[in-house]
């Protein structure tokens, strides 16, 4: 595939002055398949460039994103009871913060990184080991109970 074209409905990767001088243009490569290296972008243009420790946080990023995805999912954070606005705005107001979570995850993973891809996958076994799991809860459930605010991603 010649390296001018690219995919229909895709804009070109950036090009990004290289050392100051203005001449020379660096073109970030986008990935569409798994790839290994801590030269990618996650989530921010630019972030976290070439440095392995920027790379490591956003390795540890992205996994506390993915604990906390799972722990929103599991966590009772309004107590049941009946009807009431505000129980239910602040149910609402969890569940958009799960979902943009959860969508940014996603889009970290969109880098085709495969530290990240790992990273994500860990975060959520780590997070429903913790939350979700019989791990560290000692108590016994009626067959179809209802045992977290939010709804899981299967029934």
């Known amino acids: 595939m010649d390296p001018d074209h690219h995919m229909p409905g895709m804009s070109p990767p950036p090009s990004t002055p290289m050392n100051g001088t203005g001449g020379m243009h660096h073109k970030m490569m986008m990935h569409m398949t798994f790839f290994w290296g801590k030269e990618t972008w996650i989530l921010f243009s630019g972030w976290p460039g070439t440095s392995s420790g920027m790379y490591v ?89 209802k045992s977290f605010e939010l709804p899981p991603t299967s029934n």
């Open 57 to 145: 946080l956003a390795l540890v990023f992205v996994f506390v994103l993915a604990v906390l995805v799972e722990w929103l999912s599991h966590s009772r954070l309004v107590k049941p009871g009946p009807r009431n606005v505000a129980a239910g705005l602040i149910q609402a107001l969890v569940h958009a913060v799960r979902v943009g979570l959860a969508y940014m995850v996603m889009l970290a993973v969109m880098s085709f990184n495969g530290g990240v891809f790992i990273v994500a996958v860990a975060g959520h076994l780590v997070g429903f080991l913790i939350f979700g799991s019989r791990v560290f809860k000692d108590t016994e459930m009626t067959p179809y109970h």
